[in-house]
């Protein structure tokens, strides 16, 4: 009998490489990295993709090579691709026959479908609704659920490896950083961990796990206060937080981010879910641990923090993502 095919979206990100770093290890599937740019082939090759295929969200073309026998899919997606998501889940639903099982990166608090929902309640301040990134990752999953797929759901804390990224100039240079997160506290996730949680699911497969919605995150709410602690810690230097207005910050990056980031101020992100755990075994990964042990693609979280950024200073990421309207 034939190992099963996984199709892994995102393979060269943070989750994706770990993701194919686990499955190629375990020899229980056939794994399939999507590349974007083809300088990231060596990087799949070497963290043991069996196969490497171009994939673009925007580009429909290269979707049909990308699906040919595959019978798992592992989905994410950078928030401005959101209408290409729309777009393949569509695609996807076209073949739903011969798939068993996509597993969804999304993040916590898009729980429309899952939880008693009040727009009114559910809200970041008086007379704000949930903020709008969360409402495109509600979209994103369920153009999957609308297609008639099985579909699991990874709801996600805020990612550690994205929260200092803004700043590595400053860190490097300077050793502080900034943003508007101040005392409030958040459960940071390592994105490793995410994978783990895929892998296992994978593994599992869709009788245990579809339609099937997982919090994963961090082991504890940490303070601003607290990652510079424990970056100064991993980077044996003093590191300090210097904090950061909502209007500054609203400023360099954009409404629809400082939206965000104003539900994280608010207490939304503070809870330590148990799903990680009983899904794994495993406790969640600290934030220091993640700064200094390498994953299973043999990166430490410090390696990691240098890397490339889709957030820049002066640019509104979302700008494009915004305009698009729900159903």
Known sequence: MSKPLILITSASGRI???LVSRLSKQGQFVVRACYFSEDKIPLLEDLGAHDVVKFDLNDSATWDVALQGVSMVYSASLDPMLEGHLAFSKELGRRKSNIDLIVRVSCMGADTNTASYNPDVHSSRQGAGIPLML?????????LIDEGLNVTVLRNNFFMNHLLKTDCDNINAEGWFTNPLGAAKNSFVATRDIAEAAAVIFNEG??????????I??????SMEDIAADLGRAMDKHI????????????EFGSTRAEFFEYLTNGFYCRCSPDFYNLTGLKPTSYYDYLVTQGASGE????ELWQG?????GEDAMKDAA????D
């Open 16 to 18: 994706g490489r770990e």
């Open 135 to 143: 409402q495109h990752y509600w979209w994103g999953e369920k153009a």
């Open 206 to 215: 869709a009788a245990k796990h579809s339609n099937k919605f997982y919090d």
């Open 217 to 222: 995150t961090g082991p504890i709410p940490q």
């Open 240 to 251: 300090e937080y210097r904090p950061q207005s909502m209007v500054d910050f609203e400023n």
């Open 300 to 303: 430490t979280g410090l390696d």
């Open 309 to 313: 950024n889709l957030w820049k200073k």
């Open 323 to 326: 305009a698009l309207k729900g």
